[in-house]
């Protein structure tokens, strides 16, 4: 089984994402430790920028989808 070229590459890149993403989680919740903020409402705006990215992604992945819907019917 052969592996597609650019496979390790975006291996590394989702991994290195991933652990750039917790470290700023890691260093945010520190912090806000020091800085006496409370942790509740921090993890409110989190949880709140987490679904607005997650709302435009799918939105993103629905025009996508439709955009290749329309390319199909209309024979390109």
């Known amino acids: ?7 390790s590459r ?3 890149l989702v991994r290195t994402i991933v652990l ?3 470290a700023v ?5 520190w912090l806000s430790g ?4 409370d942790r509740a409402e921090l993890l409110d705006f989190a949880l ?4 607005l990215v997650a709302g435009l992604v799918v939105l993103a992945v629905f025009g ?11 024979g390109r």
């Open 64 to 74: 996508a989808v439709a955009l290749r819907l329309l390319k199909r019917l209309l």
């Open 34 to 37: 020091q800085l006496g903020m």
């Open 10 to 12: 975006q291996r590394r």
């Open 20 to 22: 750039g993403s917790l």
């Open 25 to 29: 989680v890691a260093s945010i919740a």
């Open 1 to 7: 089984m052969t592996r597609a070229p650019g496979s």
């Open 48 to 51: 709140t920028s987490v679904l």
